[in-house]
């Protein structure tokens, strides 16, 4: 992408934190590679967000690069895409506290993830926790963004990012553009091995999930070892046979292989089989994307240029919107 728009303009985000799981490359990255030649995209390494909790700093700082040669091998061509750290375009900073003045205590406060976090992280209750989804919602509409792929915990932030820029544009017309959310059912929620009927997180223990780097022996241990129920049947229901759905669903979602034809192939098997089978898929689909980040990261110069010119194509796109904000609000502009 040239800093010259052409297409719609799609934003998404993840945390440089944990260790990113196949839920994350479920319901968020695979999902990019897909979109990325519809759009012009950017995709970032929220490392401002990840601050809101307590951070090793040389983790922290390692975490982000990682997840950029994450990014590139999944399949992300960041010669097109911007691929970079949100704390190197500091236009998002200077966004969120713009529409900081534009947000309500009353709907910061219904959010769920801030309950959720709030309740994980009772000894630091901050105020960056309470205002995550400004910030959030200022990495979208800096740029403009149409599409925002993400899972469906992020549902009810992108909510809060319409509802902001339609706040907003209703003082000042034309200021952002309002974005869509992309949730595909298939890809929406991945669950955790251990306690199906939870999310898949990458604070979760480490034998309720499977990480982008696990060994194959680790994730075929894993699965071995995953919740499912005391039937024996392998059917697609979510409701009540979730242990057995999610596996379902990841396999389908590693190999291509509808849900359909896995279920009917595998029909009379037992959920030995769907175990061996979901990890074999599993291990197939992320072994080119270690070898390929293992590479990325040896290669500390390369990977330092690609941050550092895809940050300056950011900010080229982001002064654009943040000039137009501060003058139609009023900032005196010399
Ligand atoms: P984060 O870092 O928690 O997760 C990154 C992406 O992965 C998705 N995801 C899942 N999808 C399916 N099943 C799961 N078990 C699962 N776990 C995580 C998330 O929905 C997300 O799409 N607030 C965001 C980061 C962010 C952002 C943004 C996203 C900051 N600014 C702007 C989009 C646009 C977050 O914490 O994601």
């Given at each position: ?193 251990t306690e199906p009927e ?26 071995k070892r995953a919740v499912t129920d005391s039937e024996t049947e392998i059917r697609?229901d979510?409701e009540n046979k979730p242990g057995v759905s999610n596996l ?21 098997q037992g959920y030995g089989?769907l175990k ?59």
């Open positions: 992408m040239s800093e010259t728009i052409k297409k719609p303009v799609l934003f998404s985000g993840i945390q440089p934190t944990g260790n990113i799981t196949i839920g994350n490359y479920i319901g968020a990255m695979s999902n990019f590679v897909k979109l990325e030649n519809d759009y012009d995209c950017l995709f970032s390494i929220v490392d401002l967000h990840a601050l809101t909790v307590r951070q090793d700093p040389a983790s922290l700082r390692r975490k982000s690069l990682e997840l950029a040669a994450l990014y590139i091998a999944a399949g992300l061509n960041p010669e097109e895409s911007i691929i970079y750290c949100q704390s190197h375009v500091p236009q998002h900073a200077e966004l969120a506290w713009i529409l900081n003045c534009f947000t309500y205590m009353g709907e910061l406060s219904r959010m769920t993830q801030f309950k959720d976090k709030s309740q994980k992280h009772a000894d630091n209750i901050n105020a960056g926790l309470f205002t995550y989804p400004v910030l959030m919602a200022a990495d979208i509409l800096l740029y403009q963004t149409d599409l925002v792929p993400v899972g469906a915990d992020q549902k009810q932030h992108l909510e809060i990012t319409r509802d902001i820029a339609e706040r907003m544009n209703g003082i000042h017309p034309g200021l952002f553009k309002v974005p869509k959310p992309h949730i595909p059912k298939e890809t929406a929620k991945i669950m955790s091995l939870k999310k898949m997180s990458k604070s979760d223990p480490d034998d309720s999930i499977i990480t982008l780097v696990d060994k194959p022996d680790a994730i075929l241990r894993k699965f697609f979510p379902l669903s990841i396999m389908s979602n590693m190999s291509g292989e509808s849900i359909e034809s896995i279920v009917s192939r595998l029909n009379g089989a061996q089978q979901t990890a074999e898929a599993t291990i197939e689909r992320l072994k080119p994307i270690q070898l390929k980040q293992e590479e990325l990261l040896k290669d500390k110069e390369y990977m330092a240029k690609v941050l550092k010119t895809n940050a300056e194509r950011a900010q080229t796109l982001a002064l654009r919107t943040l000039r137009k904000v501060y003058k139609k609000l009023g900032l005196y502009q010399p």
